[in-house]
């Protein structure tokens, strides 16, 4: 049985979530050939955990590495980034990827990424045991990032959140759900949420995107995700949750106004990109009520954030737009 990884909540702390005291958990050069290690996710794998790393080497150029690890903080990585074989399709082009998200689903552990072909868009894998990796066909046309699939079938069908966007350094974006039945086709695409407006809640007002997968509550679906604002000095990166419908995820019941968590420390504030706090994975524990949240800070390493499940959860039900 594996262990969430917990720190209590400091002395003092009024916030609802806060950080992992020995922050960042993977340093930028974890592996000899990284620049940058950061927005990767992890997941519960045997007795301790896996996960999929972005990596970006010392050329710039965005991969995905499998890694793992007994206690969920401490992380070995490995050296050679994941080499895909045929999934559900002959092999496709993938200039890059990047943003991992994992989930077990049934018999596997799918893998879904921004996927560089002509553009960003999402791709799609799974494996059994993080030593063979199968890769299927992109979910969508470009442009598109931020593919987190739900961790169970909706009315007998994959769905997955995405986030539609631009060939660059998008400046909007909306939240979407879309269902597939067989990991291939994807279709019913409805609208889940838009950016705020800026008066109302001005730290989500320029783009928003689902980060780790969402988590199976009482009321529905847990979805954190980012939120951006445009500055004068660039995109700041937070992190808020939203409540979604369990049986129709394009009804949001809740969302948070304020943030939860936003770059204030060091190294959420100074990096490769500064001022980012981008959450791609979530661990929790109903039993023990606690959240572990695995987040890219600065673009640059991983940080881990701790939470009371059922107090985000009464966060963002008390603090909803
Ligand atoms: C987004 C993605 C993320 C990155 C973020 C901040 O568009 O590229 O990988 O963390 O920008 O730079």
Redesign the pocket.
Known sequence: MNTIPWQEKPDGCTDVMWRYASNPIIKRDAIPTSNSI??SAVVPFKDGYAGVF?CDNKAVQMNIFAGFSKDGIHWDINHQPINFGEGNTSMIESDYK??PRVTFIEDRYWITW?NGYHGPTIGIGYTFDFKEFFQCENAFLPFN?NGVLFPEKIDGKYAMLSRPSDNG??PFGDIYVSFSPDMKYWGEHRCVMKVTPFPESAWQCTKIGAGPIPIPIEEGWLMLYHGVIHTCNG?R?SMGAAILDKNNPSKVTYRTKPYLLAPQEIYECVGD?PN?V?PCAALHSVEEDKLAVYY?AA?TVVGLAFGKLSEVIAFTKENSI
């Open positions: 950061f927005n972005r990047y943003d921004c990032r350094h998008t995109f990166y990109v980012v981008f890219g673009d």
